[in-house]
Structures are given as structure tokens and as C-alpha cells.
T-cell receptor, first 115, second 114 residues
Framework: AQSVSQHNHHVILSEAASLELGCNYS??????LFWYVQYPGQHLQLLLK????DPLVKGIKGFEAEFIKSKFSFNLRKPSVQWSDTAEYFC?????????????WGLGTSLAVNP | GAGVSQSPSNKVTEKGKDVELRCDPI?????LYWYRQRLGQGLEFLIY????????KSGLPSDRFSAERTGESVSTLTIQRTQQEDSAVYLC????????????FGPGTRLTVL
């Protein structure tokens, strides 16, 4: 069965530290990859996505992610975090499985940034 | 423009009662999803509607859960004979189609079963 694994469940950083959140998926075919973010008290919203082309994608608020097909990974990075990045981060994969194109979600990573 | 809306925002019910949750997707979005998010956990897929196709119900945890959608409009998620383990935030999302497009999420309904 297809699955998405986020290795870090809870991450605590100080402001200006660098961030990398891991995401691996299990599916050998064509995939579309997403990172969603949920700030405290807010809706889930799209942070960035990869469909094709340049495997290094840039999203909002200085985030980027790199798709490494050989490693089945789509790690999220930010060179210098801010207190306002405190949120829950979810990796999701849309696998081309017939007509069923629902997203498969990781369990999420809770990021706390200390000022 | 209007986003995905859900009602009620909060629902407290007694064990054994039925509840109905509502989702209004973004106009024109053919795909609609229901998820459950328990405290401290990730999103759990429940059901997926795509246009007039038969819904994908593979995520519904038991036969107490059902959902309907009329055309490409409102959807209702019904939980019969609620149990305490049903307590969670129920999220609805819609997208332009069931493919590669971004899912837009509603604010969720927080269900508490006493």
C-alpha cells in the first residue's frame, strides 16, 4: 500500500536556525508531491507543490523542497526559521492510481520555534 | 472569493446520538474530500467525491459513517450512534478536480462526544 512517512514528529528550534523536515513516500510511479501547513488556529493551506520539472521547488514564506526520485523523498527546508513558522507541517502525495487521485498524507511534524 | 465553509464549527453531543456535519465547497470544484484529524495526529482520509462518479468510501471507519453529495454542491457527513472515539476535528476540502490541483480546506468541525 502507498504510504507517506514523516520522520520528525516534533521539532523545536530557535529563531534563525535552519530547518529540514523529512518526507518519504512509497510508490514507484509518477507522483505529485505537496507540503501543507497548519498555523495555530488556522486552516490547512498549501505551502508548495511539485508536479514536474525542476526538482527544487520554492513555496511561500521562504520555504523550499527538493524532490529526489531515487530516494523517494521530498524534504522541506528553510535556511532561517522565524517564530511565526511555528505550525504543523504535512507532506502529501498524489499517486496516479487509476481514477483514484486522493492525497495520501503523512502524520505531520509539529514545529515549535522559540524566539 | 468564498472559501470552503463547514458547519457547525463546534458540536458537542452525547454518546449514541446521531450528528450531521455540513460542507460547502468552493463553487466549481468537482472534487470534495472528508478527513478526520484526531488530537495530535495526522489527517485520516474518510471519503472522496469526484463529479458524478461513485464516491471512494474506502476510508470510512465503520458503517456508522456515511456521506452524501448532491451533484457538485454541498456534502453532509453523518455519524450515527456516536462513540467517544469519534471525537475529532472533521475537515472538508475541495479541489477543481480530483487530480493534481491544490485542495482547499475548510475550518473544520470540532466534534466532542461525551
Amino acid at each position: 500500500a502507498q504510504s507517506v512517512s514523516q520522520h520528525n514528529h516534533h521539532v523545536i528550534l530557535s529563531e534563525a536556525a535552519s530547518l529540514e523536515l523529512g518526507c518519504n513516500y512509497s510508490y514507484g510511479g509518477t507522483v505529485n508531491l505537496f507540503w501543507y501547513v497548519q498555523y495555530p488556529g488556522q486552516h490547512l493551506q498549501l505551502l508548495l507543490k511539485y508536479f514536474s520539472g525542476d526538482p527544487l521547488v520554492k513555496g511561500i514564506k521562504g520555504f523550499e523542497a527538493e524532490f529526489i526520485k531515487s530516494k523517494f523523498s521530498f524534504n522541506l527546508r528553510k535556511p532561517s526559521v522565524q517564530w511565526s513558522d511555528t505550525a504543523e507541517y504535512f507532506c502529501a502525495v498524489n499517486a496516479y492510481a487509476g481514477n483514484n487521485r486522493k492525497l495520501i498524507w503523512g502524520l505531520g511534524t509539529s514545529l515549535a520555534v522559540n524566539p | 472569493g468564498a472559501g470552503v465553509s463547514q458547519s457547525p464549527s463546534n458540536k458537542v453531543t452525547e454518546k449514541g446520538k446521531d450528528v450531521e456535519l455540513r460542507c460547502d465547497p468552493i463553487s466549481g470544484h468537482t472534487a470534495l474530500y472528508w478527513y478526520r484529524q484526531r488530537l495530535g495526529q495526522g489527517l485520516e482520509f474518510l471519503i472522496y467525491f469526484q463529479g458524478n462518479s461513485a464516491p471512494d468510501k474506502s476510508g470510512l471507519p465503520s458503517d456508522r459513517f456515511s456521506a452524501e453529495r448532491t451533484g457538485e454542491s454541498v456534502s453532509t457527513l453523518t455519524i450515527q450512534r456516536t462513540q467517544q472515539e469519534d471525537s475529532a476535528v472533521y475537515l472538508c476540502a475541495s479541489s477543481r478536480d480530483g487530480g493534481n490541483n491544490e485542495q482547499f480546506f475548510g475550518p473544520g468541525t470540532r466534534l466532542t462526544v461525551l
